[in-house]
C-alpha cells in the first residue's frame, strides 16, 4: 500500500489541479531580504528586483542589526522602486536572521512570501515565476546558483549590476 501511494503522490498534477492552483494565485507577493552590512550585495538585490516583469510585489528588507549605512541605501532606494520598499531594523545583537525575518513577516501586507538572502540576485522573472507555482498549502523552495568568486566581487562592486540594469 506504500508503494502505491508514494506512485500516487509522484505523478504529475492534473489539468483540473493547475487551473484550481492558477485561480489561488497571491494578489500581493511579499519579497523578504536578509541583509546584514553588505550594502554592495543589497544594493545588487534591490536592482534585480527593479526589473521584475511581475509588478504586483513589495520588499522588505530584513536587517539583523547593520551599520546606518544600509538604511541609507534602503533610502535611496525607495523613490527608484516601482514598489513598496519596508526597512525592518533591530539592534546588532549577534546573529538574530530568524528573528527579524519573523519580524519582517509581521511588516509585510502579502498574502504570499519569498524570501531571498541578502546576496541572492533574482531572475527578471522570479516573481512571476513564484506567482504562477502558488498553492494555496504548499510551500515552494528554490536554490541558488554559486557564481565563482570573481564574479561575485565584481556584481557586489557595481559593475555587473549596472550591465544587468542595462538589460
Same mark, same amino acid.
Given at each position: 500500500?506504500?508503494?502505491?501511494?508514494?506512485?500516487?503522490?509522484?505523478?504529475?498534477?492534473?489539468?483540473?489541479?493547475?487551473?484550481?492552483?492558477? /485561480?489561488?494565485?497571491? !494578489?500581493?507577493?511579499?519579497?523578504?531580504?536578509?541583509? =546584514?552590512?553588505? +550594502?554592495?550585495?543589497?544594493?545588487?538585490?534591490?536592482?534585480?528586483?527593479?526589473?521584475?516583469?511581475? %509588478?504586483?510585489? +513589495?520588499?522588505?528588507?530584513?536587517?539583523?542589526?547593520?551599520?546606518?549605512?544600509?538604511?541609507?541605501?534602503? +533610502?535611496?532606494?525607495?523613490?527608484?522602486?516601482?514598489?513598496?520598499?519596508?526597512?525592518?531594523?533591530?539592534? !546588532?545583537?549577534?546573529?538574530?536572521?530568524?528573528?527579524?525575518?519573523?519580524?519582517?513577516? /509581521?511588516?509585510?501586507?502579502?498574502? =504570499? *512570501? /519569498?524570501?531571498?538572502?541578502?546576496?541572492?540576485?533574482?531572475?527578471?522573472?522570479?516573481?512571476?515565476?513564484?506567482?504562477?507555482?502558488?498553492?494555496? %498549502?504548499?510551500?515552494?523552495?528554490?536554490?541558488?546558483?554559486?557564481?565563482?568568486?570573481?564574479?561575485? *566581487?565584481?556584481?557586489?562592486?557595481?559593475?555587473?549590476?549596472? +550591465?544587468?540594469?542595462?538589460?
Amino acid at each position: 500500500m506504500n508503494d502505491l501511494r508514494n506512485q500516487e503522490s509522484a505523478k504529475p498534477p492534473r489539468a483540473r489541479d493547475r487551473v484550481t492552483s492558477a /485561480l489561488s494565485a497571491p !494578489d500581493l507577493i511579499s519579497v523578504i531580504v536578509a541583509t =546584514y552590512n553588505r +550594502e554592495d550585495a543589497l544594493d545588487a538585490v534591490l536592482a534585480a528586483l527593479a526589473r521584475q516583469s511581475d %509588478g504586483r510585489f +513589495e520588499i522588505v528588507v530584513a536587517d539583523d542589526g547593520s551599520r546606518p549605512a544600509t538604511a541609507a541605501l534602503v +533610502e535611496r532606494w525607495r523613490p527608484r522602486l516601482p514598489v513598496v520598499l519596508t526597512h525592518v531594523w533591530h539592534d !546588532d545583537r549577534g546573529f538574530r536572521a530568524a528573528e527579524i525575518r519573523n519580524r519582517a513577516i /509581521l511588516a509585510s501586507r502579502g498574502d =504570499y *512570501c /519569498l524570501f531571498l538572502d541578502g546576496d541572492c540576485i533574482a531572475r527578471p522573472d522570479f516573481i512571476a515565476t513564484h506567482r504562477r507555482l502558488a498553492e494555496r %498549502g504548499w510551500f515552494v523552495t528554490g536554490n541558488r546558483a554559486a557564481l565563482a568568486i570573481a564574479h561575485r *566581487c565584481s556584481v557586489a562592486r557595481g559593475p555587473a549590476a549596472a +550591465e544587468l540594469e542595462r538589460r
